[in-house]
């Protein structure tokens, strides 16, 4: 893999971290909608690392290990953001 592909997909990384957390910020301050998008991407996100990770070629080992951590890391976030406490702060 190429320098550029890391950089890049590190980039990208970084921008969806920065997304989530002004989502959560929102959520924070009570908006239902930064809410479900965050539960949205607490789900999606680990599934598309783990994916794109998986597919022989396109990422190096460490690389992937490293983004295997990451996603295990907003997994974790995904049984908080979707449990039923938080839920229930955010009644439709």
Do not use: H, K
């Not at 950089?7 to 239902?32: C, E, I, K, P, Q």
């Not at 907003?74 to 406490?85: E, L």
Request: hydrophobic share 60%; with cysteine.
């Amino acid at each position: 893999m190429t320098r550029e592909r890391v950089d890049g997909r590190s980039a990208g990384v970084l921008a969806s971290a920065a997304v989530t957390y002004w989502l959560t910020v929102l959520a924070s301050r009570g908006a239902r909608g930064a809410y479900l998008r965050v539960r949205v991407i607490s789900i999606v996100m680990p599934l598309a690392i783990i994916g794109v990770d998986l597919i022989p070629g396109v990422t190096t080992v460490w690389f992937a290990m490293m983004q295997a951590t990451c996603a295990l890391a907003i997994a974790a976030a995904a049984f908080i953001v979707n449990g039923s406490r938080l839920r229930a702060a955010f009644p439709r």
